[in-house]
């Protein structure tokens, strides 16, 4: 039982239904029982009562410590009245000695019981039948001259005990019918928890685009259907950006080894002079730190893409952020002779961290300083605008075209328009940039004319 009721939640639920009906069933049947009983009860208590003032008064008593019976009197009464429960009537002197009984009595008498139980009622039998007597003294002058004893039959409580019979018949009965009822609606009920079921094990890593029906009510598997939807399109977002970013990265990186080896195949064909392995050498260099950067900046994008890191939340002044990121790509600036201008209107502060935050504005300044033009203008602004401060770095150089805006944040992306040749990058710079602007919280955006300028506006919230 014990397995079939864990194994199955429809049937959990119905035992559960079951367990709490059975008991307000059981109270239920067992108040209309007692109702029953204490209502017949009190009927049989209410005639035997009757019949015992009603042959009280056939009594008279006389002066010499007796009574007399009507016996003419209650006998013609007790042939003419008509009795569905026959009434059994005897009475007794004070030596507890037989004077006259009811004709229905016949050769039988009814026990004359101990005075502790006078007047009140007593169940006895009377021929092995059940019955119900009270006895009462019969009071002459302050004295006991005789005893009158009533008795009725207790057949009214056979329908007592066909009563109990039926109840304990149908409560077995009823239960096992409720749980059939309540199994069949709870089936129904769940049903679409086994479209859940049924849907989720046709899942798998090769096919992610299968999604739950929803319910056609609004309640809270119809929630549940759409929770797991909603992360299912979580995962397959997830998996594709995996899948993707998966394939770029071994491109990018074979890239780079590829041309090293090529460069060594070619150095290695022939003896050259001092000169030209100098050259090839520094070029490999070159690419070993290209290839170096790029996996630091894999790595860094990988940390910040499960979003696991603690991230500090600590008082960072902008200002000197701003500036000592300038002061590290100084050689940059003055080998492109660049013009940089800065303009802090005032002490700017954000809560945030700042580690992050320096990863942030430092490849922003990198991106505007690789893609400006020599002899151009970079410019820096720091402005709250609307009690929010924003940091807008713009430069005059080769710009984005329309259809690439949507495209710069994606990993390893860079734009037609770019001389690749002139231009050394990885596509990774800003990516990290957005990962980490919604890991903060931070609005990245950005505004380009094709050729002219562009400018990047990064908003602290």
Known sequence: MTNFFSFSFKNRIAFNYILSSSILIAIVFLSIFNIVKYSVNQHVNEEIHEELHKHLDDVSTDSNDTYLIQVDQWRAREHNSISVNPVFVEFYDTNKQLIDKSPNLKNTDISLLDSTKNDKFTDTKLNGIPVRQIQTPIINKEKVVGYLVVAMSLEDFEIVKILKKILLITYPLILFLLFLIARFFAGKSIKPVSTIIDTSSQITKDNLKTRIPLPVNKDELYVLSQNINNLLDRVENAIEREKQFTSDASHELRTPLAVMKGTMEVLIRKPRNQEEYEEKINFCISEVDRLNHMVDQLLLLARFENQKQNIKNETIYLNA?????????????EHKKLKVITNFSEDFY?????????????????????????NEVVTIILINEGNQINFKI?????????????????????????????????????SIVKRLC???????????KLHQSTTFVLSFL
Not at 321 to 333: A, E
Not at 422 to 429: A, I, P, R
């Open 321 to 333: 952020i701003i500036l000592d990121n300038l002061t590290r790509f100084s050689q940059k600036i």
């Open 350 to 374: 954000v809560q945030s961290d700042s580690y992050l935050v320096s990863i942030i504005i430092s490849n922003l300044i990198s991106n505007a300083l690789k893609y400006s033009n020599n």
């Open 394 to 430: 713009s430069n005059n150089g080769i710009g984005i075209a329309p259809t690439d805006i949507a495209k710069i944040f994606n990993s390893f992306y860079r734009s037609d328009v770019t001389n690749q040749s002139e231009v050394k990058g990885t596509g990774l710079g800003l």
């Open 438 to 448: 919604d890991l903060l919280k931070f609005e990245i955006s950005v505004e380009s």
